[in-house]
T-cell receptor
Framework: KNEVEQSPQNLTAQEGEFITINCSYS?????LHWLQQHPGGGIVSLFM???GKKKHGRLIATINIQEKHSSLHITASHPRDSAVYIC?????????????FGKGTLLTVNP | NAGVTQTPKFRILKIGQSMTLQCTQD?????MYWYRQDPGMGLKLIYY???????DKGEVPNGYNVSRSTTEDFPLRLELAAPSQTSVYFC?????????????FGPGTRLTVL
């Protein structure tokens, strides 16, 4: 079983819809990252969270440490939000400079 | 800053050939990483380095080698290419201090082994 599980695997939305992508993990963590990968493109970091909530533009990330769960929300989605969204965790024990990645959620936003 | 750069962007190899994937960062980061990304799978760590002269294996090191002679460069070597090494390879770096939020990723190298 992967230590980091994302749902859904694929998500199709209409422009303007509110999007939620979920991430669950099974280990103790010191931080959780949300990353974005555009088709054929590189990977950029959106957020790093260790507690609570962060907001950047139309993107909101939340984390519940007790429930080992994080969500990434996109408000007023736009076709340019179409990408793979990846959740990754930094374990609190052992080597805390390594990340464990989820398989990603492919988001397609149609105009 | 150019950030993390990788060369080449694309490469086709024949089985048994060897090659080096180059990775350079200009942010003076201590930590550098090599990942591979296979379709439908999460990024897997191949090798990492915590500083010049120090490297260590990740989850999937077999068939690869690395070196870290300088802070800036972290090349990945494939000695005897196999079809199982067909993948997209990403290099990343991290400053390594507690206030440093994120890993910075290179644009990737798409490798096909035929």
């Amino acid at each position: 079983k992967n230590e980091v599980e994302q749902s859904p695997q694929n998500l199709t939305a209409q422009e303007g819809e509110f999007i939620t992508i979920n991430c669950s993990y099974s280990v103790g963590i010191s931080a959780l990252h949300w990353l974005q990968q555009h088709p054929g493109g590189g990977i950029v970091s959106l957020f790093m969270l260790s507690s609570g909530k962060k907001k950047h533009g139309r993107l909101i990330a939340t984390i519940n440490i007790q429930e080992k769960h994080s969500s990434l929300h996109i408000t007023a989605s736009h076709p340019r939000d179409s990408a793979v969204y990846i959740c990754a965790v930094k374990n609190s024990g052992g080597s805390n400079y390594k990340l464990t990645f989820g398989k990603g959620t492919l988001l397609t936003v149609n105009p | 800053n150019a950030g993390v750069t990788q060369t080449p962007k694309f490469r086709i190899l024949k089985i048994g050939q060897s090659m080096t994937l180059q990775c350079t960062q200009d942010m003076n980061h201590n930590y550098m990483y090599w990942y591979r990304q296979d379709p439908g799978m999460g990024l897997k760590l191949i090798y990492y380095s915590v500083g010049a002269g120090i490297t260590d294996k990740g989850e999937v090191p077999n068939g690869y080698n690395v070196s870290r002679s300088t802070t800036e460069d972290f090349p990945l070597r494939l000695e005897l290419a196999a079809p199982s090494q067909t993948s997209v390879y990403f290099c990343a770096s991290w400053r390594g201090t507690s206030g440093a939020n994120t890993q910075y990723f290179g644009p990737g190298t798409r490798l096909t082994v035929l």
